[in-house]
């Protein structure tokens, strides 16, 4: 089983973007989804999740009514689409499905702003 994430790029202060995050080999709606990031010199934080079991959000503060998650279980995929970005939103940004028995990470895709 693995995620993979796409859509990373660079961006100017204030835009938008939108990053993916393809889910194979795992029953893709028995997982909680998840992205995380890693800034420059900072350690990796919780950015927002989606729960399979009832579809609840939770956001970080730094993110909340900027960043929407959401997901296609037809798709397998996981997206977050990111609004108003600031520079301290540049960072590798990591998905990652958790259940009660695994969890899996992907490698990453790396989101610029640039003033």
């Known amino acids: 089983a693995q995620v993979v994430e796409s859509g990373g790029g660079l961006v100017q202060a204030g835009g938008s973007l939108r990053i993916s995050c393809t889910a194979s080999?795992?029953?893709?709606?028995?997982?909680?989804m998840a992205w995380f990031r890693e800034g420059p010199g900072k350690e990796r934080e919780f950015v927002a999740s989606?729960?399979?079991?009832?579809?609840?959000?939770y956001y970080a503060d730094s993110v909340k009514g900027r960043f929407t998650i959401s997901r296609d279980i037809a798709k397998n995929t996981l997206y977050l689409q990111m609004n108003n970005l600031k520079l301290e939103d540049t960072a590798v940004y990591y998905c990652t499905a958790i259940s009660d028995y695994a969890t899996f990470w992907g490698q990453g895709t790396q989101v610029t702003v640039s003033s």
């Open positions: 989606h729960v399979h079991k009832d579809g609840s959000t």
């Open positions: 080999g795992l029953t893709f709606n028995q997982y909680t």
